[in-house]
T-cell receptor, first 115, second 115 residues
Framework: AQKVTQAQTEISVVEKEDVTLDCVYE???????LFWYKQPPSGELVFLIR??????QNEISGRYSWNFQKSTSSFNFTITASQVVDSAVYFC????????????FGKGTSLLVTP | GAVVSQHPSWVICKSGTSVKIECRSL??????MFWYRQFPKQSLMLMAT?????????EQGVEKDKFLINHASLTLSTLTVTSAHPEDSSFYIC???????????FGPGTRLTVL
């Protein structure tokens, strides 16, 4: 089965706190891609990162960082020093070799950052 | 570059009427486009894969006679919700695959409300 699990439905933090959003995936393919998207209240998906299965290097982009661990099938996303503008729903998604390039999304984690 | 537009951005219609949603790749050609549906506070679910010049491929449980997809050119796919009912009210998001880079880009979504 090809599956993405985001166990955290909602997270609420106070501004400047660090927060980690969990993503666990399941696939039998050896070649696959993982994604994170942000969906603000406007609804438009904002692409954050894509990682292929052969690249386990962690990535940092400003306050955002991603931890890809194939051993635990996880691709977690950390926001450092959160800001109110980070409030959104965040989706983790999986694309595998036979998915026809469509994405399989997790259920999403709603992040609320309060002042 | 790689911009995808959707029209309309929102639509309200009466039960029983048909609604057409357009998805355009503005600055690239897309032989493949995808249609997703997102109910409130839920994840994006793939409805169908739209292939230029051929019939769309529908996901299990999606009625092809109700959700008509036409991909007549390399830059335009349309989704027509026929005989819409209140349960069809949802956020419809398309994405277009950039063939040369094996990437896909999402449109801003169309919010459909059926009264």
């Amino acid at each position: 089965a090809q599956k993405v699990t985001q166990a955290q439905t909602e997270i609420s933090v106070v501004e400047k706190e660090d927060v980690t959003l969990d993503c666990v995936y399941e696939t039998r393919d050896t070649t696959y891609y993982l994604f994170w998207y942000k969906q603000p209240p406007s609804g438009e998906l904002v692409f954050l990162i894509r990682r292929n299965s052969f690249d386990e290097q962690n990535e940092i982009s400003g306050r955002y960082s991603w931890n890809f661990q194939k051993s635990t099938s996880s691709f977690n996303f950390t926001i450092t020093a959160s800001q109110v503008v980070d409030s959104a729903v965040y989706f983790c998604a999986l694309k595998w070799s036979n998915s026809g390039y469509a994405l399989n999304f997790g259920k999403g984690t709603s992040l609320l950052v309060t002042p | 570059g790689a911009v995808v537009s959707q029209h309309p951005s929102w639509v309200i219609c009466k039960s029983g009427t048909s609604v057409k949603i357009e998805c355009r790749s503005l600055d690239f050609q897309a032989t493949t486009m995808f249609w997703y549906r997102q109910f409130p506070k839920q994840s994006l679910m793939l409805m169908a894969t739209s292939n230029e010049g051929s019939k769309a491929t529908y996901e299990q449980g999606v009625e092809k006679d109700k959700f008509l997809i036409n991909h007549a050119s390399l830059t335009l796919s349309t989704l027509t919700v026929t005989s819409a009912h209140p349960e069809d009210s949802s956020f419809y998001i398309c994405s277009a695959r950039l063939d040369s880079h094996n990437e896909q880009f999402f449109g801003p979504g169309t919010r459909l409300t059926v009264l």
